[in-house]
Structure formats: structure tokens, C-alpha cells
């Protein structure tokens, strides 16, 4: 069965990137423009989610928010945040919250790929068998 990704990201030419990039690699992929949508998608698709990647400051609710409530939801959700500054205490903090990952823009499409197949358990071989 193949894993499903929620992705939170309001740059429009990044949410496409990073569809293109899941997708071709074997994830379904559900996406939202703002924190707001992306907590709204998360609500109603929550157990077939297997890891949200999402920007930090997000419109209508930040990243953080989203999380906080997403977490209200499933207390075992799995994210990782991407952002272009976000400080050391706020970032310990937000490990500390249960954040799995950050990943700082601009970043490795890869090496997060990477990161996202071990922590949702999922190989390389499965994600090409499954895509076939």
C-alpha cells in the first residue's frame, strides 16, 4: 500500500515541486495552500496520512498552529517543517513539541526524500515495486 503525504506549502512553485517529486517516487500525495486548509485536510484524511512536510509560516494559521491542532487530532503525527530562517530555541522547542524534522530553504529534494522514506518506513524497494 502506498504511503500518503500531506503537503502544507504556500509557495506555489514549491507545493508543485515537491508534489512532482513524492509522487514520482511512489507516495500519494494530498496538498493545501495555507495552514488553515492543510489542518482541514489533515481532519479528514487523518488515517491514511503517514506524514505531513510543511512550510512553518504558512498563512491564515502558522505552521506551528496547525501542528499544535493536528496533534489534538493524532497525537502520533509525523511532520516536518521546511522554512528559510527559523531560530535554534524555536526549533528546539518545537522538537520538544514532537516536530520529527527540519529542513532549512533552500534544502536537498533528495536528502528529503530521503528523510521521509525513513521515517515513514519506507524503503526503496518498495516504493519501486509499488510504483510499478
Given at each position: 500500500m502506498r504511503k500518503t503525504?500531506?503537503?502544507?506549502e504556500d509557495e506555489k512553485r514549491m507545493l508543485?515541486?515537491?508534489k512532482l517529486l513524492f509522487t514520482s517516487n511512489g507516495f500519494e500525495v494530498l496538498t493545501a495552500k495555507?495552514?488553515?486548509e492543510g489542518l482541514n485536510v489533515f481532519i479528514k484524511n487523518n488515517?491514511?496520512?503517514s506524514m505531513v512536510i510543511s512550510d512553518i509560516g504558512l498563512p491564515k494559521l502558522t505552521g506551528e498552529a496547525m501542528f499544535i491542532e493536528m496533534k489534538k487530532v493524532n497525537q502520533d503525527v509525523k511532520?516536518?517543517?521546511?522554512?528559510g530562517n527559523?531560530?535554534?530555541l524555536e526549533k528546539s522547542t518545537l522538537?520538544?513539541?514532537?516536530?520529527?524534522?527540519?529542513?532549512?530553504?533552500p534544502y536537498d529534494p533528495e536528502h528529503l526524500l530521503k528523510k521521509v522514506k525513513e521515517i515513514t518506513g519506507t524503503s526503496p524497494d518498495k516504493i519501486q515495486h509499488e510504483s510499478r
Amino acid at each position: 500500500m502506498r504511503k500518503t503525504l500531506l503537503i502544507v506549502e504556500d509557495e506555489k512553485r514549491m507545493l508543485i515541486l515537491l508534489k512532482l517529486l513524492f509522487t514520482s517516487n511512489g507516495f500519494e500525495v494530498l496538498t493545501a495552500k495555507d495552514g488553515e486548509e492543510g489542518l482541514n485536510v489533515f481532519i479528514k484524511n487523518n488515517a491514511k496520512i503517514s506524514m505531513v512536510i510543511s512550510d512553518i509560516g504558512l498563512p491564515k494559521l502558522t505552521g506551528e498552529a496547525m501542528f499544535i491542532e493536528m496533534k489534538k487530532v493524532n497525537q502520533d503525527v509525523k511532520l516536518i517543517f521546511t522554512s528559510g530562517n527559523v531560530e535554534p530555541l524555536e526549533k528546539s522547542t518545537l522538537l520538544k513539541k514532537g516536530v520529527s524534522d527540519f529542513f532549512s530553504k533552500p534544502y536537498d529534494p533528495e536528502h528529503l526524500l530521503k528523510k521521509v522514506k525513513e521515517i515513514t518506513g519506507t524503503s526503496p524497494d518498495k516504493i519501486q515495486h509499488e510504483s510499478r
